[in-house]
């Protein structure tokens, strides 16, 4: 099945967040991790049902990447995957 992947305006905001930070931390960090967040998202859409569900009624997904300390929670609706964050693990989430 092909999905399409829409991510909230929360996600977004997150990102370019922490796309800025990392950009302040050296040039070219940022780029980094906003390539890191395109195959984490390339990795969901290739096989969404593959990754742990993290809330207890199993509709939130989540998967971390490798070289940033953040996660994608998405969840599957039909076939659409919607982010909802793009979330930093020392950070509760809203």
């Not at 997150?14 to 050296?26: N, P, R």
């Not at 096989?47 to 994608?72: G, M, Q």
């Not at 998405?74 to 659409?80: C, G, P, S």
Request: hydrophobic residues 40%; without cysteine.
């Amino acid at each position: 099945m092909m999905y399409t992947i829409i991510i909230s305006l929360t996600a977004q905001k997150e990102e370019a967040e922490a796309y800025l930070f990392y950009e302040k931390i050296s040039d070219g960090l940022g780029e980094r991790f906003l390539e890191e967040v395109e195959n984490a998202l390339e990795k969901i859409a290739a096989n969404p049902t593959h990754y742990s569900y993290v809330d207890s009624t199993n509709s939130l997904r989540d998967l971390a990447l490798e070289k940033f300390p953040f996660v994608i929670i998405y969840e599957i609706l039909a076939d659409k995957i919607i982010v909802t964050n793009i979330h930093h693990t020392k950070k509760e989430l809203k």
